[in-house]
């Protein structure tokens, strides 16, 4: 397989559940800036959307969309339970937070990294965000993971798009219970690989 992958960006979550799978894979920085390639061709040949992640199977196909390639990815690996099983209420619940962090998380912060955007809007929006990961703290005192006591693909993705508040000024620090379950997220071997892997740590 072959992941495309900005660094810090949405793709780490898909870098962490490569490292979770214990997949083999191959990374290729995608600049999402300039659209190009290490190799100077054009991204947007390969993915006309030009963002990542972008992933390849081993049989050709592209796959696009984060929570749709982190999905994929543990279905190739039932048995390291990254995602319950189809058809289950678990599962759906699994999607039940991944659709959370991708609609109210994820994009929440688009317009923090958006230039020219008056500061005002700004605070707006980093108090809206901060509700969200209120609400998320809230979930999590009687919980290790976000599903209970299984590690799954939605942990990634939290993890990757809590690790952004630091660059736009949004103090979560004070939110004991999410404090301490990003810890125990970063703290995952595949994690630190992952993100060596991007450059974020050393």
Not at 10 to 37: D, R
Not at 50 to 59: A, N
Not at 63 to 74: D, L, P, R, W
Not at 157 to 162: G, H, K, M, P, V
Request: overall charge neutral.
């Amino acid at each position: 397989m072959k992941l495309y992958y900005s660094p810090g960006s949405c793709s780490l979550s898909v870098h962490i559940a490569l490292h979770e799978a214990g997949l083999a894979f191959e990374s290729v920085l995608a600049s999402t800036k300039t659209k190009k390639l290490p190799d100077g061709s054009d991204y947007l040949r390969i993915n006309p959307k030009g963002q990542v992640p972008l992933l390849e199977t081993d049989s050709g196909e592209r796959i696009s969309e984060g929570v749709v390639i982190v999905q994929y990815i543990a279905d190739q690996v039932p048995a390291k339970q990254l995602a319950p099983a189809w058809g289950t209420l678990e599962r759906y619940r699994l999607m039940e937070w991944l659709n959370f962090i991708t609609t109210e998380v994820h994009k929440g912060f688009s317009p923090l990294f958006m230039p020219g955007m008056p500061e005002e809007a700004k605070t707006l929006t980093r108090q809206r965000l901060r509700s969200k990961f209120e609400w998320v703290n809230q979930q999590l005192p009687t919980k290790t993971w976000l599903m209970g006591d299984t590690f799954t693909v939605a942990d990634g993705y939290l993890f990757t798009t809590a690790s952004w508040a630091r660059h736009v000024q949004l103090d979560l620090t004070d939110l004991a219970h999410l404090q301490a379950y990003l810890t125990r997220v970063g703290a995952r071997p595949a994690v630190q690989a992952a993100m060596r892997s991007e450059g974020l740590i050393k």
